[in-house]
């Protein structure tokens, strides 16, 4: 089930507003934040939990590397053989067990606790509520009942227009640190625009040789996404940090033509990368909308057909929403994109390989 209100658009205007938008960022100057490590620590313990994902690997290196003394509760052990946690604790546990969450900020004078919780299935509404909820508040209510001096929460730039299911439940998590429901705990919240990987996920497709997708003209919506290097950086220097102390950090990465893109951007990105002449698969709005209301009626009675509806909500909403918030940081998406050319991807295409369960894309750049 999709929380959704993206009603109809009108194909056109959409198209003139959001070049509008990009070209009012790529002839502007963000300087809400100045880009560069700020702060260092002298060995204060900082508790990163779901750490071991694919911001969590650039995060722990970087907190290590400024001083702090990361702490990562990880279901497996064998994390600790994992060059990325070489320098962290690694506390066995699971987030979701208030106990394992309890224990991981009590074995240490936890400084802060930086929660990087995100369920990986967001199409699984109990799955949802398990991790982007349930296992956020076991980390809350353990920062208050050890006077943690800071709670980091990495939200996501959605919870500014909440029509997925993990958005409304980090929306909700905001609000109740932001309430101080579960006690005094000083807070940040960070909403990230999107990461590289999600912008890149087909590259697999134009490099076999495979059309991209995009509704109607592609420019629906624009966004700057963040590399997690940056964000790594952007968060550690929030650590501790009175000026970062209740207040809602929106962040993105640099406002260069190479990061601030359109859907048909970014595609194009793929297409010259590759050496490939442009070949579009354009579905229009209209079919998609009436694909998702159908699935969406049978889905009330069909288990398996309702994650499919909602995937293609997801779909839509990630081409129409904007993404944008100032800028930080210095890579850009078409780097991290010339970092896959030489990359081999399965054959089939990214819908093919998502019901395969195969990797599409690498969480090692």
Known sequence: MAYSTITSLDADAAQQRSRELRTRLL?????????????????????????????????????????????????????????????????????????????????GTTSVVISLLSGRRPNDAAECKLVDYDAVMNGIRSS??????????????????????????????????????????????????AYYPYLSMTFGDVKNGLPYRIFDHGEYNVVNPIAREDL??????????????????????PWVP???????????????????????????????DKKIARL??????SKKVA???????????????????????TRTLREFMEKLKDREFPTGSFRERMKNGTAVMPTDI
């Open 144 to 193: 208050v009942a050890h006077e943690v001096q800071q709670f980091i929460q990495v939200s996501d730039y959605g919870a500014y227009r909440p029509e997925l299911i993990p958005q409304v439940y980090k929306l909700q998590v905001e609000g109740e640190l932001m309430g101080q429901h579960h006690g005094a705990l000083p807070w940040t919240i960070v909403r990230p625009t």
């Open 258 to 288: 190479e990061n601030v893109v359109t859907l048909k951007d970014a595609g194009a990105m793929m297409f010259e990368i590759t050496g490939r002449d442009e070949q579009w698969d354009v579905v229009p709005m209209a079919t998609w």
């Open 232 to 253: 790594a950086e952007f968060l550690t220097n929030q650590v501790l940090s009175p000026e970062a102390l209740g207040r809602v950090l929106p962040v993105g990465g």
């Open 27 to 107: 002839s502007s100057t963000s300087d809400t934040y100045v880009t560069g490590p700020t702060g260092s620590g002298s060995g204060e313990h900082v508790l990163v939990l779901g750490g071991t994902g694919y911001i969590g690997r650039a995060l722990v290196p970087e907190l290590a590397r400024r001083g702090y003394k990361p702490a990562v509760l990880a279901r497996d052990a064998a994390v600790k053989d994992d060059a990325a946690f070489a320098d962290a604790e690694i506390i066995v546990g699971d987030a979701t067990r208030a106990e394992d969450v309890e224990n991981a900020v009590a074995s």
């Open 307 to 329: 994650p499919v509806a909602y995937y293609l909500e997801a779909a839509k909403y990630w081409s129409v929403v904007d993404h944008v918030a100032p800028a930080y940081g």
């Open 296 to 301: 969406t009626r049978i889905g009330r009675y």
